[in-house]
């Protein structure tokens, strides 16, 4: 049921703080995002490429692990990025506003 | 880094929407998310790196 | 990747542990971890992406 | 005061769940490591490479951003890297033992 998964982003995407969230394939591909299109692209592109790096990374150091969450903290906001095998979430959020008042 | 990024159509992105993969994607990444966002204590708040500012609430 | 990878040797890693740039760094850094560490609530905890185990304690 | 450093090191790494820590530097040298010199070498490497990765892919999404905190976690462990300009900080820990009991 589509409208599921559009109720899910919208309750997400209305968080406090919630500055865009993002569904790519496993190609760095957008399925959904409420970012501006230039900006979903260039999200797709580079954090997919993060999180292949970031796997290489964490089965180099032990290929019996894999990377199941990944939170980047950043002076702006925070991205967080959930991962599996095909799909990926991407939400960035701004902690300042969800934390604070 | 200039390859050819294509943007999904209409239609792949229906097909992918619809499958139950997908909606078992969403719904528990979606839980993982909402529950980091949840997180009422900010381990950060009081501290940039380079910057030492002093308070203890634990 | 096969680039010359050589460890400090003890009078360099001496040199740059009494820097104050670096007990500054240790300072904050550890301090910033030691919060993280002290989140009582696990986000992932019921969670595996994939396997949906069902659990809600807000 | 090195004995300082060291007894803060010590203090994390007692930690309950904490499997280890490490500093390294801009070159992914290590300056302190509690882990052996195997994995210390292996971590060095790896996750300074992933840390510039990150860097770099903050930066081009942004370029008035920064990387401030970086949480990977895998399905045996969190690593938390705290970076500034010249040092890193990694602490690998098991979530499971630091929450549960």
């Known amino acids: 049921m589509p409208s599921e998964v559009d109720d899910t982003l919208k309750r997400l995407s209305n968080r406090k703080g919630v500055k865009g969230v993002v569904i ?8 959904r995002s409420t970012l501006d299109p230039e900006l979903t692209v260039k999200y797709g592109r580079l954090i997919s490429s993060l999180v292949q790096q970031t796997r290489t990374t ?5 290929d019996q692990n894999d990377l199941t969450f990944l939170r980047v903290r950043t002076k702006k ?4 990025i959930a991962p599996d095998r095909e799909y990926l979430l991407i939400v960035v959020q701004n902690p300042a506003e969800t934390m604070q008042a | 880094k200039s390859e050819e990024f294509r943007d999904l159509t209409e239609e792949e992105r229906k097909m992918i929407v ?7 994607f969403v ?9 980091a966002l949840n997180e009422k ?3 950060m ?11 203890d609430e634990s």
Chains 1, 4 share one sequence.
């Open chain 2, 18 to 24: 619809s499958t139950p993969e997908f909606l078992d």
């Open chain 2, 45 to 55: 708040k009081d501290y940039t790196l380079g910057v030492d500012v002093e308070s």
């Open chain 2, 41 to 43: 204590y900010d381990f």
């Open chain 2, 27 to 35: 719904d528990t990444s979606s839980k993982v998310v909402e529950r």
């Open chain 1, 77 to 80: 906001h925070e991205i967080m």
């Open chain 1, 24 to 31: 790519l394939n496993g190609d760095g591909q957008a399925i």
């Open chain 1, 58 to 62: 964490i089965s180099t150091l032990d």
